[in-house]
């Protein structure tokens, strides 16, 4: 039964937050995306180079992450500002926040849950990071094909 739970709340957060993904990418930045397979985050699951993190707190609480090689980034923050980056640097970061700040607005306006809280996107980056989800969860992730390079969307919730 608690599986079921889970998993109830786990499509009832996360189909919204696929949702405004795709939209955002195609909005932001003109891009066309390809969803891949859902699958069971494990501890060899290696996130991209730059991960925003956003937590989620109130009857549910959990941690979104959207994560993405150093050169899907630095064409977004192109396609974003018409600037090119070399290195994951200040502006880098800040754009992948914003960005991530879009995504968890807008999926937070489908969600309808008034006792939902998002954090602001805290952006981590270097290879081989590493980020914790609740104890209880299961997390998992779908990773995406688009038209400046692939991504990924990981997330894990537990009942509040």
């Known amino acids: 039964m608690a599986d079921l739970m889970e998993a109830n709340l786990t499509a009832n957060i996360i189909n919204p937050v696929l949702e405004a993904t795709i939209e955002t990418f195609d909005i932001m930045l003109g ?3 390809t969803r891949k397979e859902l699958q069971l ?21 959990g941690t979104i992450c959207l994560s993405l090689p150093k050169e899907t980034a630095f064409e977004a923050v192109y396609r974003m500002i018409e600037m090119r980056p070399e290195e994951i640097d200040e502006l880098v970061c800040d754009a992948v926040g914003e960005f991530s700040n879009v995504v968890g607005g807008s999926a937070k306006d489908k969600i309808k849950d008034p006792d939902m809280h998002l954090g602001l996107p805290n952006v981590i980056y270097g290879e081989n990071h590493h980020i ?3 104890t209880q969860a299961h ?8 038209d400046i390079g692939p991504f990924m ?8």
């Open 153 to 160: 969307v990981l997330f894990g919730f537990v009942a509040g």
């Open 139 to 146: 997390p998992m992730y779908v990773k995406y094909d688009s």
């Open 132 to 134: 914790e989800f609740p």
């Open 41 to 61: 985050k494990t501890r060899e699951t290696s996130f991209y180079d730059i991960t925003a993190v956003i937590s989620l707190s109130g009857a549910t609480n």
């Open 31 to 33: 891009c066309a995306v």
